[in-house]
């Protein structure tokens, strides 16, 4: 115990050291948000990866889904490599870095703004970025908080606070520069943390054909194809979670800040690789939980002998990790959670300093008021993202589903459409963000589980746009 505080606390020191350093290079408004927009490759590639993944991946996802899905939720894995990330690098990356240039955008908003003329579409984009992105941070904080119950005996609420407090001091001072110039560290723990987890874990279960010999023992259609839930599930969860960062405003900033199309040529590589380690060795650890644990052997992971999803994987580590190499895995979520959550501030705050307050309030604020409220507006946002996961109105998993699946929703038909194809113009744009999230929600609002009307809201977003734009055509002249 003596140990592991001694490490994370020297851990915090750092990544507050690297703040104070990234805030004395940050004077302006572009340093605060997107690094002076002249991030390297190998800097991109790290925190792409590190803000995809977080400890919701480890928490939830893999506990949740590992135990209802077995060895199928590794289609999960594979989707999150492929499309979300190989995908969005070679196909994306460099459109968006054209376009970010030709229309002289920093922002989603703002690109939506430019590239369909529309304001309403500026204004119900940030407004959807900050309603829905306090959830998904909030999923991040409660993860976070278990890992702390479960390493430190500490209360919930009082582990809550500290991460809050934390987090706020951290990208406060130093934005996406501090958040750069530490994500290559987070990047290397984690790889070496899911390394050793992944070795532990089939040394503890006596070896990978032990391990699946006893899932097949309690269900056959835990090594299966697709597991128990069946297959409309397992497929909402890999579009949910492989599509949707196509048109995730925190993942698509990555490319706004990377130095050139070179570079993006070069992170694609490292960057796919990260995700395939990262997420094969996540799905893979959940799957072991119906191995490993019983209410009889770990009955700290079941209430009245169901599963407690978000604590199973805390649990697991405990059991599966040895007590030298435990405080490597601790740093391992950590450090793809502070990275996530860096991200997932720094957007939310722009859309509403820069989008709403510059865009419609205020347009000759001054940088360095521009600067000054993106950090107040940061600070704002941790305080509301910790207060909704104190009341954890519903498991990880859940959370994470509605936030993704409105933002897929809202972004994926505007902006994919848009990059792509001239003639998607602004009714269609207009149309499909609205009738997207209308779905998404209609749907969670009447009884489906939340991945599941979010990949029905991301497919309409995806239908409507062109639709539309066929029947109502529309020019802007921003397009060359």
Do not use: H
């Not at 954890?392 to 994470?400: F, G, S």
């Amino acid at each position: 115990m003596v140990v592991k505080i001694c490490v994370v606390s020297a851990f915090a020191l750092l990544i507050l050291f690297i703040g104070y350093l990234g805030m004395r290079k940050t004077r302006t408004f572009s340093d605060f948000f997107l690094g002076g927009g002249k991030i390297g490759p190998w800097m991109t590639a790290f925190t792409y990866g590190t803000a995809y993944f977080s400890a919701v991946l480890f928490i939830g996802f893999a506990g949740k889904i590992g135990w209802g899905f077995g060895y199928s939720g590794l289609w999960i894995a594979l989707a999150n490599a492929l499309v979300g990330t190989l995908l969005a690098w070679w196909l994306l990356g460099p459109q968006i870095k054209r376009m970010a240039i030709g229309l002289n955008v920093a922002t989603m908003a703002e690109y939506f703004e430019k590239r369909y003329d529309s304001k309403f579409l500026k204004l119900f984009s940030a407004i959807s970025i900050f309603v829905f992105f306090v959830p998904y941070s909030a999923a991040v904080f409660i993860g976070l908080s278990y890992l702390f119950k479960s390493n430190f005996n500490i209360d919930f609420t009082l582990a809550l606070l500290f991460m809050g407090l934390f987090t706020a001091a951290y990208l406060v001072m130093g934005g996406y520069k501090s958040m750069t110039m530490i994500d290559v560290a987070f990047g290397i723990i984690m790889m070496a943390g899911v390394t050793i987890l992944f070795f532990s874990t089939i040394q503890k279960g006596g070896g990978l054909a032990a391990i699946t010999s006893g899932l097949n023992a309690i269900d056959p259609r835990l090594t299966g194809w697709v597991g128990p839930p069946g297959f409309w599930p397992l497929f909402s969860l890999v579009f949910l979670t492989s599509v949707a960062p196509l048109g995730m405003p925190q993942l698509v900033q990555k490319f706004y800040a990377i130095k050139d199309q070179r570079s993006i040529r070069i992170g694609m590589g490292g960057s796919t690789f990260f995700a395939v380690l990262i997420c094969g060795v996540a799905y893979f650890t959940g799957a072991t939980t119906r191995f490993f644990l019983t209410p009889a052997s770990a009955p700290e992971a079941f209430i009245g002998g169901k599963p407690d999803v978000d604590a199973l994987i805390p649990v697991l580590l405990a059991n599966v990790i040895p007590a030298s190499l435990s405080v490597l895995i601790l740093l391992l979520i950590l450090s793809a959670s502070m990275s996530t959550l860096a991200a997932l501030i720094l957007i939310s705050s722009s859309s509403i300093a820069k989008d709403l307050y510059a865009g419609f309030i205020n347009p000759d604020v001054s940088d360095e008021r521009l600067t000054v409220l993106m950090r107040v507006f940061s600070a704002i946002f941790i305080l509301l993202s910790v207060i909704m996961a104190y009341f954890k109105p519903d498991t990880i998993v859940a959370i994470l589903g509605i936030s993704w699946g409105a933002i897929g929703s809202v972004f994926l038909g505007p902006f994919i459409w848009g990059l792509f194809w001239k003639r998607a113009g602004k009714a269609g744009a207009i149309a499909s963000s609205v009738l997207g999230l209308g779905t998404c929600l209609m749907l969670y609002l009447t009884g489906s589980p939340s991945p599941e009307a979010g990949t029905v809201g991301m497919m309409v977003s995806l239908a409507v746009n062109p639709a539309v734009s066929l029947f109502f055509p529309s020019r802007n002249t921003a397009l060359k």
